[in-house]
């Protein structure tokens, strides 16, 4: 079975910048697509970025190109984003996400992690 972790997020200013991890496990995740979702109050959940396991190829919503970063560490198996030049409108949960590549939708979930930019 496989388990997405969150964690980091928290309190930012507008302008900072923060790091989420996904810890992943329960599988050998080299034929899987990761991503990063979120969904702020009030709003459809939304695609933020998403890279695949075997070649490091990457994805990014247009409103977050240029400020974040989505990566993974092999060896702990686990991916990132990094998230600079943070606005209001970032604020949102954010949840890490997975598909095996043969997989039509993202079906693997984490619990999600708060990300909120006050000025």
């Known amino acids: 079975q496989v388990q997405l972790v969150e964690s980091g997020g928290g309190l930012v200013q507008t302008g900072g910048s923060t790091r989420l991890s996904c810890a992943a496990s329960g599988r050998t995740f080299s034929r899987y697509h990761m991503a990063w979702f979120r969904q702020a109050p009030g709003k459809a959940r939304e695609f933020v970025a998403s890279i695949f396991w075997s070649n490091g190829g990457t994805a990014y919503l247009d409103s977050v190109k240029g400020r974040f970063t989505i990566s993974r560490d092999n060896v702990k198996n686990t991916i990132y984003l990094q998230m600079n030049s943070l606005k209001a409108e970032d604020t949102a949960v954010y949840y890490c996400?997975?598909?095996?590549?043969?997989?039509?939708?993202?079906?693997?979930w984490g619990q999600g992690t708060q990300v909120t930019v006050s000025s």
């Open positions: 996400a997975a598909r095996g590549i043969s997989d039509s939708e993202f079906n693997y």
